[in-house]
């Protein structure tokens, strides 16, 4: 049972333009989502999170909007520099249980 | 560096055997979280310590257990490995007063042969 779920394996951007990476979900037990960045042999790093009860949050070239009516969340990164060439995991946590719930991961590459 | 240590970071084994991961999350944290990567996968919860409790358990195997210690440090214990066990094992630390947010170990690697 996926309650986290990334459609795209993989995104492709131009240097300079937007990134848009998209996850729903199906728990509406979720409080807080979040994003986190992760490169080759590192452990995943925070990125940018969002509470329930807020539909956006930015953080200099990095902007989550949440839809909670259609359980999904995007993360954008504006303008995508060579650097945000990562994978991207959206997570849930769970009110109830406490737990962190990862999707699957979109691995961006950002090009020159 | 996030503050969280794994060791080690690289193990090689054979089927059947058995193996310990250890964890020292970030000074002052009390949770420990457990994630496992498989190839291409997403990160799969095992488990959740709080101040020495288990707190959460996600898809962990009967073969694999954990234990966190009065030095809140965590150890995750892998038995009769199998091949698909191999993977990258992830331990996370939460702070006290959160919004969800975990701060990742650098992992460790896990080859069964």
């Known amino acids: 049972d996926q309650q986290v779920k990334q459609n795209s394996p993989s995104l492709s951007v131009q240097e300079g333009r937007i990134s848009i990476l998209n996850c729903d979900y199906t728990?509406?037990?979720?409080?807080?989502f979040l994003w986190y960045k992760k490169y080759p042999a590192e452990g995943p790093t925070f990125l940018i999170s969002?509470?329930?009860?807020?539909d956006k949050n930015e953080d200099g070239r990095f902007t989550v909007f949440l839809n909670k009516s259609a359980k999904h969340l995007s993360l954008h990164i504006v303008p995508s520099q060579p650097g945000d060439s990562a994978v991207y995991f959206c997570?849930?946590?769970?009110?109830?249980?406490?737990?962190?719930?990862f999707g699957t991961g979109t691995r961006l590459q950002v090009f020159p | 560096d996030s503050g969280v240590t794994q060791t080690p970071k690289h193990l090689i084994t054979a089927t059947g055997q058995r193996v310990t991961l250890r964890c020292s999350p970030r000074s002052g944290d009390l949770s420990v979280y457990w994630y496992q990567q498989s190839l291409d996968q997403g990160l799969q919860f095992l488990i959740q310590y709080y101040n020495g409790e288990e707190r959460a358990k996600g898809n962990i195997l009967e073969r694999f257990s954990a234990q966190q210690f009065p030095d809140l440090h965590s150890e995750l214990n892998l038995s009769s490995l199998e091949l698909g066990d191999s993977a990258l094992y992830f331990c996370?630390?939460?702070?006290?007063?959160?919004?969800?947010?975990?701060?990742f170990g650098e992992g460790s690697r896990l080859t069964v042969l």
């Open positions: 997570a849930a946590r769970d009110y109830n249980t406490d737990k962190l719930i």
């Open positions: 728990n509406s037990m979720f409080d807080y």
């Open positions: 969002i509470s329930s009860i807020k």
């Open positions: 996370a630390s939460r702070a006290r007063v959160t919004t969800g947010e975990l701060f």
